[in-house]
């Protein structure tokens, strides 16, 4: 059983398109969490998500919003897709003990 | 804020022998967590270590185990007896103990070689 699953694993668009990704956690986790992961492999905080709740929002353009249906999931969507957006997306999600976060498989997300 | 540091980008070691990865890191906290993640072309993250910051002794899972010096803040993955299996990017993390929801902070990645 997968714990962590994202879809699609990859996604090509245009600039100006708006898309989603989804992830879903199976493993009973509280927070859930999105991190970008730049071209030059550098992996960086995006939100997160507890119970639902927003907690972490980092500074991130609004054209990014989070969604959280329930515990067990959360939806990324972009509008208006930049160039700039190209990376790979990572979903995880974590238990405040232990602390280990664990990932997803990663979206590839190119913007031409 | 709390930054972590990983001043080798690449490292190379041949098959069965034994190499060191270097983190350091900057926080003004005094009860944290630290990880290690492995991430092979495949691009999946897997944790392949933790480290409590209240914990003295040096976590050791099978080949992996941690050099943990807290009051020079570091914290070195050692890799014995090395396999083709763990060529990959290697990111050093911090997270804080209180609160939940508290994010990863990671270093830049070391990208490790290994050659037969």
């Known amino acids: 059983d997968t714990a962590v699953s994202q879809t699609p694993k990859y996604l090509v668009t245009q600039m100006g398109n708006d898309k989603s990704i989804k992830c879903e956690q199976n493993?009973?986790?509280?927070?859930m969490y999105w991190y970008k992961q730049d071209s030059k492999k550098f992996l960086k905080i995006m939100f997160s998500?507890?119970?639902?709740?927003?907690?972490i929002n980092e500074t991130v353009p609004n054209r990014f919003s989070p969604k959280s249906p329930d515990k067990a999931h959360l939806n990324l969507h972009i509008n208006s897709l930049e160039l700039g957006d190209s990376a790979v997306y990572f979903c995880?999600?974590?238990?405040?003990?232990?602390?280990?976060?664990?990932f997803g498989p990663g979206t590839r997300l190119t913007v031409t | 804020a709390q930054t972590v540091t990983q001043s080798q980008p690449e490292m190379s070691v041949q098959e069965a022998e034994t190499v060191t990865l270097s983190c350091t890191y900057d926080?003004?906290?005094?009860?944290?967590?630290l990880f290690w993640y492995k991430q092979p072309p495949s691009r999946q993250m897997i944790l392949v270590i933790r480290?409590?910051?209240?914990?003295?002794q040096n976590a050791t899972e099978n080949r992996f185990s941690v050099n943990f010096q807290k009051a020079a803040k570091s914290f070195s993955l050692k890799i014995s007896d090395s396999q083709l299996g763990d060529a990959a990017m290697y990111f050093c993390a911090y997270r804080i103990i209180t609160g939940t929801a508290s994010k990863l902070t990671f270093g830049t990645g070391t990208r490790l070689q290994v050659t037969l």
């Open positions: 480290q409590e910051a209240y914990k003295q």
């Open positions: 998500y507890n119970n639902k709740e927003l907690i």
């Open positions: 995880a999600s974590s238990q405040d003990r232990p602390p280990e976060q664990y």
């Open positions: 926080t003004s906290e005094s009860d944290y967590y």
């Open positions: 493993l009973g986790h509280d927070t």
